[in-house]
Nanobody, 124 residues
């Protein structure tokens, strides 16, 4: 059974950093694309970043502006989203998602597995 579990969220002041983790069981990121999405209160869910199953391609939404970095560990069972210079607008629930190896997608519905989310709150 596939499971994705996010961790690392919390409360941080503007300008601070957080590192989100996505622990996978039942799959590896050597055969699945990994993506991070987020949903702020009252807003639609949006794509944040993705890394291809080969690790050779990485994509960021424009609002990231060089502040975030997506990666996976050598064992390919944990994904990360390093977030620096956080802003209050980054406040949201962050979800990781896994997609069977293939062309990258920024669409939530194209992914096969999703985590339950971790809350990130950035205070001004």
């Amino acid at each position: 059974q596939v499971q994705l579990v996010e961790s690392g969220g919390g409360l941080v002041q503007a300008g601070g950093s957080l590192r989100l983790s996505c622990a996978a069981s039942g799959l590896t990121f050597s055969s699945h694309n990994l993506a991070w999405f987020r949903q702020a209160p009252g807003k639609e869910r949006e794509f944040v970043a993705a890394i291809s199953w080969t690790g050779g391609s990485i994509y960021y939404e424009n609002f990231v502006e060089g502040r975030f970095a997506i990666s996976t560990d050598n064992a390919e069972i944990t994904g990360f989203l390093q977030m620096n210079n956080l802003k209050p607008d980054d406040t949201a629930v962050y979800y990781c998602a896994a997609q069977q190896a293939g062309p990258y997608s920024g669409n939530w519905d194209d992914y096969d597995y999703w985590g339950q989310g971790t809350q990130v709150t950035v205070s001004s």
